[in-house]
Nanobody
Framework: QVQLVESGGGSVQPGGSLRLSCAASGFDLDYGAIGWFRQAPGTEREGVSCISGEDGSIYYADSVKGRFTISRGSAKNTVYLQMDSLKPEDTAEYYC????????????????WGQGTLVTVSS
């Protein structure tokens, strides 16, 4: 059974940084991909960033390019999302999910989702 657990959310002032973590189990990231998605109140869930453990492909939404960095951790099946220069519009619930092969489908969710972690950017 595929399971994902997010951590690292919180409140930060504009311009600040946070690092989110996603710990996955039930599949081998060396043969798959994980992505981060976010949803703000009243909006649709959007893809933020995805990384493939199989071929190293990385995707970033235009809104976060140059500010967010996705990476794999030293622990197997762990993915981080380093978020710098945070803006109020980054405020949302952030989820990680197993995703389709990025080179074929872009950053699209496949099946399992984590429970979410809230990021609030406010002065």
């Amino acid at each position: 059974q595929v399971q994902l657990v997010e951590s690292g959310g919180g409140s930060v002032q504009p311009g600040g940084s946070l690092r989110l973590s996603c710990a996955a189990s039930g599949f081998d990231l060396d043969y798959g991909a994980i992505g981060w998605f976010r949803q703000a109140p009243g909006t649709e869930r959007e893809g933020v960033s995805c990384i493939s453990g199989e071929d190293g492909s990385i995707y970033y939404a235009d809104s976060v390019k140059g500010r967010f960095t996705i990476s794999r951790g030293s622990a197997k099946n762990t993915v981080y999302l380093q978020m710098d220069s945070l803006k109020p519009e980054d405020t949302a619930e952030y989820y990680c999910a197993r995703v389709h092969p990025i080179v074929l489908f872009g950053c699209r969710p496949l099946d399992a989702w984590g429970q979410g972690t809230l990021v609030t950017v406010s002065s």
